[in-house]
């Protein structure tokens, strides 16, 4: 009897110490690299995380999880593209500003943010909890950061599987796409000499995957790293003459509609302008880029491309027990 | 006094062919320089191109830019800045203030944060009400400072202090207003400096009447704005309405700004620097000084928009930089001169 | 002229003055204490003793305390500036902000952040990490930079008071001329960062802004019994003044650089805070009365509390999306500016 309880003790205390041992590798933290080149001493396993954009915002609902906090683009607009979730996450101000004092109200564990609005105030931000700023402005950037983050979250396959279906179904809607035909397009801010983003730019790059024609061009001075649009004179549109348009919706200012120019665009006169909502603006994300994939499809080649259901193709991607 | 006034007011037959004939100047150079801004541009054009697009407009490209964007861009540069010249007179001559002017009182930045209000706060009102939305706030503004002035009682440097203030205050709430409405930057950058990209036909005739009627009844009035230029009491001894000119000749120099700045935002400093100018010429009375003022006006306008477009082509400076720059230098020149304002200063 | 308070009993004075130096105390501690987070008032004690959990210690030890004091500091600054500039251009409209010496901040910030840009590792979209910490100096150095030309063109001419300032107000708008055209003619990322820096604003403002401002108010409040003198003389004419026995060029220079120098680091610090120059030296003389001796102390303690409130103010009104500090005082100094200058001769 003596020697069952002195067995099962030493069972117990072995197993105790080979679990904290266990344990304790878990909760040594990693070391990331984000895109400013800094190693930062992330926790393991973050649970609760904040996201300063839709991006982070994006890529947790879809790995199945829920962020802790976010920010908005527009106050009171909660993006279709994230089904409305946002409403229900707190809000802790906008993207290039977002509260300090509710953010470390939040208590998280780790910060994602868009490296180019944020980065100035780092400082203080990693206060609060260890911060990763992300450029997000090219293609390239978007299976990247996606593998990076879901790697530190836990859910390696998952990102795997994500990057992999967005490849396959780019190739797909690319096959499927009239061949011969490049449909010149233009991205833009609205604006009297309209900001358009060279290919670079993620929308961008998918439209060009996609056989259109992006009418301005390749980032014409590379040396210039964040070079990625100009504000391109009205001269130079009608000159260009777009085929379809994409502008990004930010507010009742539409001053290029008054431009008489712009009505002489075939664009316009084809009634092939489209105003795109947040999915456009962030597209790094693993929803908003599927979407922008389908509804670049179907505005560049309507008939050959249905609509898409923006709801319903989040919904598609979002794990049913996300929390 | 009374023949001083009297001469002023009819100008002498020899005063009155040369001050035409410096107008006519103006707007000769007016025409060339914004002929040679026909050439420049995005896509820059020859010459003969350009002369045929003119004269045998054909349905191309060229023909459409000229048409469309570069000739009626430079018609609305001059009207701006004739407009904006016209202003600055008639607010330096019934202030008797040499540093009055648009922006140096507040009325543009009335206008303009009266404007971004409109378009942030109620979206739905269409663009036509900017302008008498744009000349309400201008008008307030004005008044605003005048009030801190006491009517230009004090000495003239207070009345652009005050207005300088008012200005300030003003351009704090627009930017406020203009960050309250999103993510929109290039906007914003607009309604801080004024410019004149895209500005087409639409835009010169939306100026027209507001710039014309200013101009109309400033010729009418250009008497009354004789004696204004004199002093108060002098004007009084005329038997002028004190009560009733000033306020009438604060309206009318309001209106160009009301009819400018929802087309061309706020450009500073043409409306301070080209009086001066103009007033170093010697014209011989309100009327000339005034058909000078809105030849000179528009001519400095064309050119600094020509320049604006050029300088960092494709991308565009905002016009309001270029005038800044040019007029800036020479208002730090102005306030160094030991006779700045000589004769007008109480 | 403001109209001196009537003659108190001494009961009233002291009671004044306990209101006096109460009041920003009050303040400063109603900012401390009241912020978007709900912080329980005895979790605030134990946090500014450094006892308090790691969340109140956060909170209130990284964000709001290291922010009310950079604001208190850089009230100061901008006041005793303000009061400076008045008395030695003689012009009771007189404001760093109005002068130039914020203009030439911002157009230095401006080319020290598109510089940085291009220090890039070439080739990659890695950008050259930002070097934030340099911004305050960078700023620092364009305001002094307007300074000095603004002192150039002053003494050159021997310039009358008004026409000094309306001198500033030229030079200040053509550096803001060249500031905002560099920013629309190159079209960088960083606009964002740069508009929010323009409008004034102690957003993330740390203990290195506290660090960085703190030298500069210790030289300053150090001088100012030094400088009593010249500041009492340079209020006369030139000529009267060298009557007196003063060495005018000289006194004018060293509070001129004085003044800019507090001025150009607050705003290297927090951006351009229109209107506190200007108001406070006047709310701090009408108050002083007849005890021209309590001018500078009231303008120092006005300075910390008009900052501080209106820091508060934007925090609680615009909660999740604060209002930058720089907007809340323009809007509010305004009205005050009106009805002083009003009253004004």
């Given at each position: 009897?003596?020697?069952?309880?002195?067995?099962?003790?030493?069972?117990?205390?072995?197993?105790?110490?080979?679990?904290?041992a266990v344990?304790?590798?878990?909760?040594?933290?990693?070391?990331?690299?984000?895109?400013?080149?800094?190693?930062?001493?992330?926790?393991?396993?973050?649970?609760?995380?904040?996201?300063?954009?839709?991006?982070?915002?994006?890529?947790?609902?879809?790995?199945?999880?829920e962020?802790?906090?976010?920010?908005?683009?527009?106050?009171?607009?909660?993006?279709?593209?994230?089904?409305?979730?946002?409403?229900?996450?707190?809000?802790?101000?906008?993207?290039?500003?977002?509260?300090?004092?509710?953010?470390?109200?939040?208590?998280?564990?780790?910060?994602?943010?868009?490296?180019?609005?944020?980065?100035?105030?780092?400082a203080?931000?990693?206060?609060?909890?260890?911060?990763?700023?992300?450029?997000?402005?090219?293609y390239?950037?978007?299976?990247?950061?996606?593998?990076?983050?879901?790697?530190?979250?836990?859910?390696?396959?998952?990102?795997?599987?994500?990057?992999?279906?967005?490849?396959?179904?780019?190739?797909?809607?690319?096959?499927?796409?009239?061949?011969?035909?490049?449909?010149?397009?233009?991205?833009?801010?609205?604006?009297?000499?309209?900001?358009?983003?060279?290919?670079?730019?993620?929308?961008?790059a998918?439209?060009?995957?996609?056989?259109?024609?992006?009418?301005?061009?390749?980032?014409?001075?590379?040396?210039?790293?964040?070079?990625f649009?100009?504000?391109?004179?009205?001269?130079?549109?009608?000159?260009?003459?777009?085929?379809?348009?994409?502008v990004?919706?930010?507010?009742?200012?539409?001053?290029n509609?008054?431009?008489?120019?712009?009505?002489?665009?075939?664009?316009?006169?084809?009634?092939?302008?489209?105003?795109?909502?947040?999915?456009?603006?962030?597209?790094?994300?693993?929803?908003?880029?599927e979407?922008?994939?389908?509804?670049?499809?179907?505005?560049?080649?309507?008939?050959?491309?249905?609509?898409p259901?923006?709801?319903?193709?989040?919904?598609?991607?979002?794990?049913?027990?996300?929390? | 006094?009374?023949?001083?006034?009297?001469?002023?007011?009819?100008?002498?037959?020899?005063?009155?062919?040369?001050?035409?004939?410096?107008?006519?100047?103006?707007?000769?150079?007016?025409?060339?320089?914004?002929?040679?801004?026909?050439?420049?541009?995005?896509?820059?054009?020859?010459?003969?191109?350009?002369?045929?697009?003119?004269?045998?407009?054909?349905?191309?490209?060229?023909?459409?830019?000229?048409?469309?964007?570069?000739?009626?861009?430079?018609?609305?540069?001059?009207?701006?800045?004739?407009?904006?010249?016209?202003?600055?007179?008639?607010?330096?001559?019934?202030?008797?203030?040499?540093?009055?002017?648009?922006?140096?009182?507040?009325?543009?930045?009335?206008?303009?944060?009266?404007?971004?209000?409109?378009?942030?706060?109620?979206?739905?009102?269409?663009?036509?009400?900017?302008?008498?939305?744009?000349?309400?706030?201008?008008?307030?503004?004005?008044?605003?400072?005048?009030?801190i002035?006491?009517?230009?009682?004090?000495?003239?440097?207070?009345?652009?202090?005050?207005?300088?203030?008012?200005?300030?205050?003003?351009?704090?709430?627009?930017?406020?207003?203009?960050?309250?409405?999103?993510?929109?930057?290039?906007?914003?950058?607009?309604?801080?400096?004024?410019?004149?990209?895209?500005?087409?036909?639409?835009?010169v005739?939306f100026?027209?009447?507001?710039?014309?009627?200013?101009?109309?009844?400033?010729?009418?009035?250009?008497?009354?704005?004789?004696?204004?230029?004199?002093?108060?009491?002098?004007?009084?001894?005329?038997?002028?309405?004190?009560?009733?000119?000033?306020?009438?000749?604060?309206?009318?120099?309001?209106?160009?700004?009301?009819?400018?700045?929802?087309?061309?935002?706020?450009?500073?400093?043409?409306?301070?620097?080209?009086?001066?100018?103009?007033r170093?010429?010697?014209?011989?009375?309100?009327?000339?000084?005034?058909?000078?003022?809105?030849?000179?006006?528009g001519?400095?306008?064309?050119?600094?928009?020509?320049?604006?477009?050029?300088?960092?082509?494709?991308?565009?400076?905002?016009?309001?930089?270029?005038?800044?720059?040019?007029?800036?230098?020479?208002?730090?020149?102005?306030?160094?001169?030991?006779n700045?304002?000589?004769?007008r200063?109480? | 002229?403001?109209?001196?308070?009537?003659?108190?009993?001494?009961?009233?004075?002291?009671?004044?003055?306990?209101?006096?130096?109460?009041?920003?105390?009050?303040?400063?501690?109603?900012?401390?204490?009241?912020?978007?987070?709900?912080?329980?008032?005895?979790?605030?004690?134990?946090?500014?003793?450094?006892?308090?959990?790691?969340?109140?210690?956060?909170?209130?030890?990284?964000?709001r305390?290291?922010?009310?004091?950079?604001?208190?500091?850089?009230?100061?600054?901008?006041?005793?500036?303000?009061?400076?500039?008045?008395?030695?251009?003689?012009?009771?409209?007189?404001?760093?902000?109005?002068?130039?010496?914020s203009?030439?901040a911002?157009?230095?910030?401006?080319?020290?952040?598109?510089?940085?840009?291009?220090?890039?590792?070439?080739?990659?979209?890695?950008?050259?990490?930002?070097?934030?910490?340099?911004?305050?100096?960078?700023?620092?150095?364009?305001?002094?930079?307007?300074?000095?030309?603004?002192?150039?063109?002053?003494?050159?001419?021997?310039?009358?008071?008004?026409?000094?300032?309306?001198?500033?107000?030229?030079?200040?708008?053509?550096?803001?001329?060249?500031?905002?055209?560099?920013?629309?003619?190159?079209?960088?990322?960083?606009?964002?960062?740069?508009?929010?820096?323009?409008?004034?604003?102690?957003?993330?403002?740390?203990?290195?802004?506290?660090?960085?401002?703190?030298?500069?108010?210790?030289?300053?409040?150090?001088?100012?019994?030094?400088?009593?003198?010249?500041?009492?003389?340079?209020?006369?004419?030139?000529?009267?003044?060298?009557?007196?026995?003063?060495?005018?060029?000289?006194?004018?220079?060293?509070?001129?650089?004085?003044?800019?120098?507090?001025?150009?680091?607050?705003v290297?610090?927090?951006?351009?805070?229109?209107?506190?120059?200007?108001?406070?030296?006047?709310?701090?003389?009408?108050?002083?009365?007849?005890?021209?001796?309590?001018?500078?102390?009231?303008?120092?303690?006005?300075?910390?509390m008009?900052?501080?409130?209106?820091?508060?103010?934007?925090?609680?009104?615009?909660?999740?999306?604060?209002?930058?500090?720089?907007?809340?005082?323009?809007?509010?100094?305004?009205?005050?500016?009106?009805?002083?200058?009003?009253?004004?001769?």
């Amino acid at each position: 009897m003596f020697r069952a309880i002195t067995t099962l003790l030493k069972a117990s205390l072995l197993s105790l110490l080979f679990g904290s041992a266990v344990l304790a590798e878990e909760a040594k933290p990693t070391a990331i690299t984000d895109d400013r080149g800094i190693k930062v001493d992330v926790p393991a396993t973050p649970k609760r995380v904040a996201a300063i954009s839709y991006f982070g915002v994006d890529l947790m609902l879809a790995l199945g999880l829920e962020p802790i906090a976010t920010t908005y683009m527009v106050k009171g607009r909660e993006p279709d593209f994230l089904l409305g979730r946002t409403r229900d996450i707190p809000q802790i101000g906008q993207r290039a500003k977002p509260n300090l004092e509710l953010l470390a109200d939040a208590k998280p564990d780790l910060i994602v943010a868009m490296r180019r609005y944020t980065e100035g105030n780092a400082a203080q931000y990693q206060k609060i909890a260890p911060y990763l700023a992300y450029n997000l402005e090219l293609y390239g950037d978007s299976d990247r950061t996606i593998l990076q983050l879901a790697t530190l979250l836990g859910k390696k396959e998952r990102a795997e599987q994500l990057n992999a279906e967005f490849k396959q179904d780019l190739a797909a809607f690319a096959a499927k796409a009239p061949k011969g035909v490049h449909p010149r397009f233009q991205v833009m801010w609205a604006g009297d000499a309209p900001w358009t983003f060279y290919n670079e730019n993620m929308t961008a790059a998918i439209l060009t995957a996609l056989g259109g024609e992006n009418i301005a061009g390749n980032n014409p001075a590379t040396y210039k790293v964040d070079n990625f649009g100009v504000e391109m004179s009205l001269e130079t549109m009608l000159e260009k003459d777009p085929e379809v348009i994409f502008v990004y919706d930010y507010g009742p200012d539409r001053p290029n509609e008054n431009n008489p120019i712009w009505n002489s665009l075939s664009a316009v006169k084809n009634g092939r302008v489209y105003y795109v909502g947040d999915q456009w603006v962030e597209a790094h994300g693993p929803i908003a880029r599927e979407i922008v994939l389908r509804e670049a499809a179907h505005y560049l080649y309507p008939d050959v491309f249905p609509k898409p259901d923006v709801a319903a193709e989040a919904t598609k991607l979002i794990p049913a027990a996300s929390k | 006094m009374r023949g001083i006034a009297a001469r002023q007011a009819a100008g002498t037959a020899g005063g009155h062919l040369s001050a035409v004939a410096l107008a006519g100047l103006f707007l000769l150079i007016a025409i060339l320089v914004g002929f040679g801004g026909l050439l420049v541009g995005a896509k820059p054009m020859r010459l003969d191109t350009a002369l045929n697009a003119i004269f045998a407009p054909a349905a191309n490209i060229d023909s459409t830019i000229v048409w469309t964007l570069r000739l009626p861009r430079s018609i609305a540069a001059f009207l701006a800045g004739g407009g904006l010249g016209l202003s600055g007179y008639l607010l330096q001559s019934f202030s008797r203030n040499p540093l009055a002017s648009p922006d140096l009182t507040g009325v543009t930045a009335g206008a303009v944060a009266s404007i971004v209000g409109c378009f942030v706060f109620l979206p739905w009102l269409s663009s036509i009400y900017y302008a008498p939305i744009g000349l309400v706030g201008g008008l307030g503004a004005a008044a605003t400072t005048f009030w801190i002035a006491r009517g230009g009682r004090t000495s003239p440097l207070h009345l652009a202090l005050g207005g300088v203030t008012v200005a300030l205050f003003l351009g704090g709430l627009t930017t406020y207003m203009l960050l309250l409405g999103g993510p929109q930057s290039p906007a914003v950058l607009f309604w801080l400096s004024g410019g004149l990209q895209g500005r087409s036909w639409s835009h010169v005739v939306f100026m027209l009447p507001w710039i014309g009627a200013s101009l109309i009844g400033a010729l009418l009035g250009h008497r009354i704005v004789a004696l204004l230029s004199l002093s108060d009491q002098a004007a009084a001894g005329m038997g002028l309405n004190l009560a009733l000119w000033k306020p009438v000749l604060l309206v009318l120099a309001t209106l160009p700004v009301a009819g400018i700045t929802p087309v061309a935002g706020p450009i500073a400093f043409i409306g301070l620097a080209v009086p001066h100018i103009v007033r170093l010429l010697r014209p011989s009375g309100p009327a000339t000084a005034i058909m000078l003022n809105v030849a000179a006006g528009g001519m400095l306008l064309v050119a600094a928009d020509v320049l604006a477009r050029s300088l960092a082509a494709p991308r565009e400076i905002p016009v309001g930089i270029i005038t800044a720059l040019i007029g800036g230098p020479y208002f730090v020149y102005l306030t160094q001169r030991p006779n700045f304002g000589a004769g007008r200063e109480r | 002229m403001a109209r001196p308070l009537p003659s108190r009993t001494a009961a009233s004075r002291s009671r004044l003055t306990i209101l006096l130096f109460g009041a920003p105390v009050l303040v400063a501690i109603a900012a401390i204490f009241l912020g978007v987070s709900h912080v329980a008032p005895a979790d605030v004690l134990a946090a500014l003793t450094g006892q308090g959990s790691r969340q109140a210690n956060l909170i209130i030890g990284d964000f709001r305390v290291p922010r009310v004091i950079t604001g208190i500091l850089a009230g100061i600054h901008f006041a005793l500036a303000g009061l400076l500039l008045q008395t030695i251009t003689r012009n009771p409209l007189a404001d760093p902000t109005l002068m130039g010496v914020s203009q030439g901040a911002t157009l230095a910030v401006t080319l020290f952040l598109f510089a940085t840009v291009y220090g890039s590792a070439g080739g990659s979209n890695m950008l050259y990490q930002l070097p934030i910490a340099w911004l305050p100096a960078a700023g620092l150095i364009g305001g002094l930079v307007a300074g000095g030309i603004i002192y150039l063109l002053a003494l050159r001419h021997d310039l009358g008071p008004l026409r000094i300032t309306l001198c500033g107000i030229a030079v200040g708008a053509v550096l803001h001329a060249m500031a905002i055209g560099l920013i629309t003619g190159w079209g960088s990322a960083r606009i964002e960062i740069l508009l929010e820096w323009l409008t004034g604003s102690l957003y993330a403002r740390s203990w290195e802004h506290v660090l960085f401002l703190l030298p500069f108010t210790i030289v300053g409040l150090a001088a100012l019994p030094f400088l009593q003198r010249s500041i009492g003389m340079l209020r006369f004419e030139a000529p009267v003044a060298r009557s007196f026995g003063l060495d005018y060029r000289r006194h004018f220079t060293l509070v001129l650089m004085l003044a800019c120098g507090l001025a150009a680091s607050a705003v290297g610090a927090v951006g351009p805070l229109v209107f506190v120059g200007l108001v406070v030296p006047h709310l701090a003389r009408m108050l002083a009365g007849r005890h021209g001796g309590a001018v500078i102390p009231l303008t120092i303690l006005l300075g910390a509390m008009l900052v501080t409130t209106a820091d508060l103010v934007g925090r609680l009104i615009g909660q999740a999306d604060e209002i930058p500090i720089g907007v809340v005082t323009a809007i509010g100094g305004a009205p005050i500016l009106v009805i002083l200058l009003r009253r004004l001769p």
